[in-house]
């Protein structure tokens, strides 16, 4: 009889070693990714995982403070030209039409802007375009085609609108 309770008690401790106890496991919170919404809605799921499962306190950690100042994108420096009263562009820029504002041109007295013409050809026959997005394909006034004189395969320059090298 000895025997066969110790067995018994073997065998049911045999039983709770093989299956502890689950773990208390906390629910599955997705925070957005951005900060500090994202370091809050952390903070606020390990709380309330401690509150739920008994064990050490919560882990929080300090969340970023966000900022009241804006930070604004440096602009692109455009220096305008062509017009009434306006500086004349440097010795290494030509002053050209907006291509902003197709609607008004040199001649009628609006403002154009100084660029560099050190990028590649553009345009003509083959239609090339600009390697570069932030450059547009206008005419160059240094050679001497003149698409509005019956040279329709004038090829342009790349150029960057806020007077920048374009190489």
Sequence with gaps: MKLLFLLFALFTLTLALANPKPKCQCAVVRCPGTQPELCECE???AIACA????????????CPVPST??????Q???TLC????????????YCIADPNNLSCSLIADCPGLC???????C??????????????CVEDPRDACDPGAGG??????????DGRSSA
């Excluded at 009434?84 to 562009?89: A, H, L, S």
């Excluded at 660029?115 to 050809?121: A, N, Q, R, S, T």
């Excluded at 329709?152 to 150029?159: E, F, K, L, Q, T």
């Design 76 to 78: 692109p420096t455009q």
């Design 123 to 136: 345009g003509g026959f083959g239609n090339l375009q600009c390697p570069s997005k932030d450059q547009v």
């Design 115 to 121: 660029v560099k013409f050190d990028g590649p050809l």
């Design 152 to 161: 329709r395969d004038c090829a342009g320059a790349c150029v960057r609108l």
């Design 51 to 62: 509150k739920q499962c008994p064990g050490p306190p919560a882990k929080v950690k300090p």
């Design 43 to 45: 903070n606020s799921a």
């Design 82 to 93: 062509g017009s009434r009263g306006m500086t004349p562009c440097a010795a290494d820029q």
């Design 69 to 74: 100042t804006t930070t604004q994108p440096p």
